[in-house]
């Protein structure tokens, strides 16, 4: 009986969870920081719960490159793309032979890091703005530079991911990359195709917790939809300080643990 009580809460809370994430991903991102510790809250292994984690959020970036495919600049998609698939299947590979033990010692910094970049973000986005907000020329990128450019961030989204998408637009536009919509676009795509080889990787690791994975992933999908309604009406800066503050109580949590 109390097994049973106990199963049935983990399956609310996850479901809570995931609806919570996925309306955040929707208005500012960050929903990591919510489905990624409830996941660990029920019981998943460290590991299994970044892998199911990322397999529950992905269709949900899916959508986002398909809304934006338009905007692309189909030029840089062979760079963006092979940093993307290298990236994203060496940090996915190293995750999946990353200790238990010295994966869970690293999430609350990989929280932390993670709340600081999207602190960091609101003024990056604001000289992205600036910056993009006269027509440019075209500029082509040095093909080679770019990706190793890249490559990192690329590696960190298939390994942990939360809060690397400004960085792969500070990095295009560092590169020459001066229009926003395009900016977006291959931020999105980037992520996306980083994420799509890490969830490849974790199914073939067998590092996937589907009973949860398929609970969070339709609900995430749901709470998705239901921000991408009220994503416009909220200040973007309100949305931001929301994440980071949820960002950083969840790393202060899991330090506490661990002390």
């Known amino acids: 009986m109390f097994s049973s009580l106990t199963s049935h809460a983990h399956y609310i809370w996850l479901v809570a969870a995931s609806f919570i994430a996925g309306v955040m991903n929707a208005m500012a991102g960050g929903g990591s920081f919510v489905s990624f510790p409830a996941m660990l809250s029920i019981g998943v292994p460290p590991i299994q719960a970044n892998a199911t984690n990322t397999v529950a959020l992905w269709p949900g970036q899916l959508t986002s490159v398909w809304a934006l495919r338009m905007d692309l600049r189909r030029d840089l998609l062979p760079v963006v793309t092979a940093a993307s698939v290298i990236g994203g299947v060496a940090g996915a590979v190293i995750l999946l032979h990353t200790r238990q033990r010295t994966f869970m010692h690293m999430v609350p910094w990989l929280l932390l890091v993670a709340s600081v970049l999207f602190g960091i973000s609101g003024p990056v986005s604001r000289w992205l703005r600036r910056r993009t907000s006269e027509p440019h020329a075209i500029r082509n990128p040095n093909a080679l530079a770019l990706f190793l450019a890249l490559l990192p961030v690329c590696f960190y989204i298939g390994y942990f991911g939360a809060g690397a998408g ?94």
């Open 166 to 259: 400004f960085l792969i637009m500070t990095a295009l536009a560092l590169f020459g990359v001066e229009e926003m919509r395009a900016l977006n676009s291959l931020k999105v795509t980037a992520a996306c195709l980083s994420n799509f080889c890490a969830v490849v990787t974790f199914v073939a690791g067998g590092a996937i917790e589907w009973h949860y994975c398929i609970v969070s992933m339709v609900f995430a999908g749901i709470g998705g939809y239901t921000g991408a309604h009220y994503a416009r009406r909220m200040d973007a800066g309100v949305l931001r300080s929301i994440v980071v503050v949820t960002g950083c109580a969840m790393a202060a949590y899991f330090f506490w643990r661990q002390s």
